[in-house]
């Protein structure tokens, strides 16, 4: 069993930054690997990032490539989303999720675990 637990979310204006953190308890964080996943009101959970058990390879959506960057630091446990050149339509609940094995996949239904979430807001 892993808990997943997310902060770092807040209200920021368009065009500002934040840093999403994931801490993870439980198992041997580096035989999962991860991903951020947002849902906006009215909208499906959509995926984000993702990283692999190691940290070295990560997969992005088209919509956050170059302003995001998703990293993992398996000494502490902790996955990270460093969000920057924020837009108001990156509002959503932002969550962290963990998929058994090395090797990440962009969709939902093959994550094991969840966090809560964090909202983030984007004002125009």
């Known amino acids: 069993q892993v808990q997943l637990v997310e902060s770092g979310g807040g209200l920021v204006q368009a065009g500002g930054s934040l840093r999403l953190s994931c801490a993870a308890s439980?198992?041997?964080?580096?035989?999962?690997?991860m991903g951020w996943f947002r849902q906006a009101p009215g909208k499906e959970r959509e995926f984000i990032a993702a990283?692999?058990?190691?940290?070295?390879?990560?997969y992005y959506v088209d919509s956050v490539k170059g302003r995001f960057t998703i990293s993992r630091d398996n000494a502490k446990n902790t996955m990270y989303l460093s969000m920057n050149s924020l837009k108001p339509e990156d509002t959503a609940i932002y969550y962290c999720?963990?998929?058994?094995?090395?090797?990440?996949?962009?969709?939902?239904?093959?994550?094991?675990?969840w966090g809560q979430g964090t909202q983030v807001t984007v004002s125009s």
């Open positions: 999720a963990a998929k058994i094995g090395y090797l990440y996949y962009t969709r939902a239904n093959k994550y094991n675990y």
């Open positions: 439980g198992r041997t964080f580096s035989n999962y690997a």
């Open positions: 990283v692999d058990g190691g940290g070295s390879s990560t």
